[in-house]
């Protein structure tokens, strides 16, 4: 299995690791994900119907309003809430998401990492150094 190591920028601190489970469309905690059981819930959204929690979620960026931190805080208290966040490009809301639910993430990687980290890949992600490393599971 091939191993690639990634750069980014620190978003939320500490270190976690899971399957990645990868979007190519945005995601919204506010409407988008249920935040009771951690299932993408977002009607057309190309990972409706499949659960986050406990995974490396990798997507290109967070949408929605103010409301996300307060979905994404529920989820953290219900024990949905994914391993990890690695995002393209990080904005407020997901900021702060990432935050209140304790867990790192990483942004602004040196590479797409919705085209270089596939969904059942292994990835371990660093928040206090800002780096990415995958283990391709193919």
């Known amino acids: 299995m091939s191993k690639i190591v990634l750069h980014g920028r620190r978003v939320a601190g500490g270190t976690a690791e899971g399957e990645a489970l990868v979007s ?29 929690k406990g995974k490396v979620l990798v997507f290109p960026t967070g949408k929605g309003s103010s409301a996300f931190s307060h979905s994404a805080h529920v989820t953290r208290v219900s024990g949905s809430a994914p391993a990890a966040i690695i995002v393209r490009e990080i904005n407020p809301q997901t900021a702060l998401g990432t ?7 990483v942004a602004d990687l040196d590479e797409d990492p919705t085209e270089v980290i596939a969904s059942g890949d292994w990835v371990k992600v660093d928040g206090d150094k800002g780096i990415v490393e995958v283990t391709k599971s193919h």
């Open 99 to 105: 935050v209140v639910m304790h867990i790192p993430a």
């Open 24 to 52: 190519k469309q945005a995601i919204s905690w506010c409407g988008g994900v249920d935040p009771m059981t951690g299932t993408v819930s977002e009607r057309g959204h190309e990972l409706v119907g499949q659960n986050i």
